[in-house]
């Protein structure tokens, strides 16, 4: 799977016992046609879970729950979840959250807007200004 920078919630960002990521502006994949999925990946030894929120608003100020989901995390290597993009937003800015279920220590945390189909994200597989970075 390739993530464009600018669709990057968390990238390889180490675990806290909760976060929230900077707003992403989702109105470029708004009338696209095709799949638009958001992809989380957590991964570093030990268990541990994630409860993650999904939140849009229209002036990247206030914004308002749009669903939930969780991701278990059994040991390691990692654990992978993808599902689609709730739709249609009403609005133009999105935001992931999450609060942590177990030690933090060595876990490290992806997320981000992808196309189509789920794939594993191999480490480093995201443009940035034009080239894979590796």
């Known amino acids: ?9 968390f990238d390889k960002t180490p675990a806290a016992a909760s976060a929230v990521s900077p ?8 009338g696209r046609g095709g799949a638009v999925n958001i992809t989380v990946i957590l991964s570093g030894a030990g268990a541990a879970a994630l409860a993650l929120t999904l939140e849009e608003s229209a002036d990247n100020l206030a914004f308002t ?12 290597p990692g654990a992978a979840l993808s599902f ?11 935001r992931l959250g999450y ?11 992806f997320a981000a807007v992808t196309r189509g189909h789920f794939a594993p994200y191999a480490e480093g597989q995201y ?3 034009g080239k894979v970075v590796a």
Do not use: C, W
């Open 1 to 9: 799977m390739i993530a464009d920078q600018l669709s990057v919630f």
């Open 23 to 30: 707003a992403l502006n989702v109105s470029p994949y708004a």
């Open 65 to 76: 729950h749009v669903s939930s989901y969780t991701l278990e995390k059994p040991g390691a």
């Open 99 to 109: 609060t942590l279920t177990g030690a933090p220590a060595g876990l490290k945390i």
């Open 84 to 94: 689609a993009l709730p739709g249609p937003l009403q609005e133009k800015f999105v």
């Open 127 to 129: 443009i940035d200004r």
